[in-house]
């Protein structure tokens, strides 16, 4: 049996291996939190387990639950996702960071459909913690490359 996934980021280059690590995730709107008394902002997705498949471990393509946890957060925004709609699920692309002006951390959450979450905290802090067991999908996402 795999190990299941907790790692942590506190670097540009942490983060990198986080936003692979969750890529082709699947994200429901009602399973994002932002806690604004706590500083804290929170993402339960359906993670592709890439690590197994790469491995060639598995023959079954798995999906795991997985918290995703954004800590010392100071504001979130976000562009093209309407918070109201029930049952909407982002499919999750990447992880970008910039440091700002000020010294604080802008983290942007890309999902297809230029959907986009801008996390501002004070520092790169980020939890990856899967969750219960993994379960078969039929699908392997699939990516197309355009030429431009």
């Known amino acids: 049996m795999s190990k299941y996934l907790k790692l942590i980021a506190k670097t540009d ?20 939190a932002n806690l604004k008394k706590n500083k804290i902002f929170l ?3 359906n993670r592709f387990m890439w690590e197994d498949v790469e491995k060639g471990v598995l023959r079954k393509n798995k999906r795991i639950r997985s918290i995703i946890k954004f800590d010392h957060v100071i504001r979130v925004s976000s562009k093209n996702i309407q ?16 440091e700002m002006p000020d010294k604080t951390q802008e983290m942007k959450l890309t999902f297809s ?22 379960w078969d999908t039929k699908q392997k ?8």
């Not at 918070?83 to 910039?98: P, R, S």
Request: proline share 3%; no cysteine; glycine share 2%.
């Open 83 to 98: 918070k109201n709609t029930k049952n909407k699920f982002l499919d999750f692309l990447a992880i970008e960071t910039k």
């Open 13 to 32: 280059e942490d983060l990198k291996v986080i936003s692979a690590h969750l890529q082709d995730s699947i994200v429901s709107l009602n399973d994002i």
């Open 113 to 134: 459909g230029d959907s986009v979450i801008k996390i501002i905290a004070e520092v790169i802090e980020i939890t990856l913690d899967d969750q219960g067991a993994p």
């Open 43 to 45: 993402m339960q997705v």
């Open 141 to 148: 996402p699939k990516h197309k490359f355009y030429d431009n």
